[in-house]
């Protein structure tokens, strides 16, 4: 458990959640003498949790999205294999406490056991220190790598660069050139008044674009 704990980042108050957070059912009911309960409940107030900050989180980074388009990508965000690629991430199978017959069938590995994990894990930090490590937990493992439309690195830019703490940055027209009929403009994005990416297009949305993939190619390969 402590391993798991560097890992995310927060340390528990209250042990006991972190170790029931881990606890499936199949190691609850073989050692019903020392354990209180399984990480079922943990898992039910999680799948909550997680609605509301990827709701909230989409709310704020999507402000032209409508409803319908904010319902389709929460639903991307925290699917199960999604779920599983966090657990993945922090290393989660290794603190699972397991019954045997679940240990002999692989269910250290299985996609629907590891996701229900991280939202039980989810809820032991929120009952445990509240709404905001909770928070950052989310932003840190699910709210990453958003699907967008390939052709939408506007979108795309303004996800990465609202994380916590989000950084302002602007578009900026370098240079409008070419006669009336094939204008060619030229963009530049500014992070914090310093260009992190410059575009041409055929319109000054087009050079936008172009500005905003050359900023994601900068950011992605500065780490």
Do not use: W
């Not at 939202?119 to 220190?129: K, S, T, V």
């Not at 958003?146 to 795309?156: F, L, M």
């Not at 027209?173 to 963009?187: M, Q, W, Y």
């Amino acid at each position: 458990m402590t391993k798991l704990e560097q890992t995310i980042g927060y340390a528990f108050q209250n042990g006991l959640l972190c170790r029931t957070a881990m606890t499936h059912s199949s190691y609850y009911n073989e050692n019903r003498a020392v354990c209180k309960e399984s990480n079922e409940r943990l898992e039910f107030l999680g799948d909550s949790v997680l609605g509301f900050l990827t709701a909230e989180y989409l709310y704020g980074a999507y402000p032209d999205k409508p409803e319908g388009e904010l319902t389709k990508l929460r639903a991307a965000l925290v699917c199960e294999a999604r779920l599983a690629g966090a657990a993945a991430a922090v290393g989660l199978s290794g603190a699972l406490l397991l019954g045997r017959g679940e240990e002999v069938t692989g269910g250290r590995r299985r996609p629907s056991l590891l996701a229900d994990a991280v939202e039980a894990l989810l809820a032991a930090i929120f009952l445990d220190g509240g709404i905001e490590p909770a928070r950052r937990f989310v932003h840190r493992f699910l709210l990453v790598n958003i699907p967008v439309r390939s052709s939408d690195y506007k979108t795309a830019l303004q996800e990465i660069l609202q994380r916590d703490p989000p950084r302002s940055y602007v578009y900026h027209l370098v240079e409008a050139s070419g006669p009336d009929h094939a204008k060619r403009f030229t963009v530049e994005v500014c992070l914090e008044g310093n260009p992190i990416g410059r575009g041409v297009g055929g319109s000054k949305k087009e050079a936008e674009q172009a500005a905003a993939q050359a900023a994601i190619r900068r950011l992605t390969a500065d780490g």
